[in-house]
């Protein structure tokens, strides 16, 4: 699990030293648009903190809720990125972006254990946020389908890391530092609501 975790902290700091943080928005083509995918997510803390927590409470319920959550969230996000590209309204956005980190981690420092649907409903309502936040997002002269890979992809690696954390419920502390970051994680969706994030 150490070399897990070390490999996806390779791969942000590589992505993040490669790169331009100017790209996250104006991508150019497949190449830009794809890269622009990957960078939108991670550039902005709201979307880390909830990607994030999905993967700490799929580890917190066990199988198979490790695995089906952090498939949830990437499908259904994509349906909300492809409504964004596609301009139908959502109201209320950034709301639902906030709501996810404080709900989420809220799940997680309760230890909360709903049923598996009931989870996967919840995780998939706020995918739509996020996705169609995404997908408003699209760089004018970005590629809508590699920036969509892109975006998704980088969703996926910040669930890995989530589930890193979620491991560590193994062992007592391990418990304690897995429920104290659903702490931080719903106390920054708080600032994220209040604007102090």
């Known amino acids: 699990m150490k070399t897990l975790i ?18 996250a ?15 939108h997510p991670i550039m902005g803390f709201d979307h880390v903190t909830a990607m994030v ?27 909300g990125g492809i409504m964004g590209i596609l301009g139908v309204p959502i109201p209320g956005i950034e709301t639902g972006i906030a709501g996810s980190s404080v709900v989420l981690g809220l799940m997680i420092l309760l230890a909360l254990r709903p049923p598996l649907w009931v989870a996967s409903v919840i995780v998939g309502a706020f995918a739509i946020f996020h ?10 002269a970005a590629n809508a389908l590699s920036y969509s890979i892109g ?23 391990g418990r304690i530092i897995a429920r104290a970051t ?4 719903a106390l920054a969706g708080v600032g994220f609501l209040t604007g102090a994030l």
């Open 6 to 23: 070390g490999s996806l902290a390779g791969v942000f700091a590589l992505l993040l030293a490669t790169t331009s943080v100017a790209l």
């Open 25 to 39: 928005h104006t991508g150019e083509g497949v190449t830009g648009g794809f890269i622009s995918g990957v960078l």
């Open 53 to 79: 927590a999905v993967g700490i409470l799929g580890a917190f319920l066990g199988r198979p809720a490790i695995w089906v959550l952090p498939v949830v969230f990437p499908l259904v996000m994509t349906i």
């Open 131 to 140: 996705g169609h936040a995404h997908g408003t997002e699209l760089p004018n």
């Open 151 to 173: 975006f998704v992809i980088s969703t996926g690696l910040l669930h890995l890391a989530g589930i890193g954390i979620g491991e560590l419920i193994r062992w007592p502390t």
């Open 182 to 185: 659903g702490g931080l994680i």
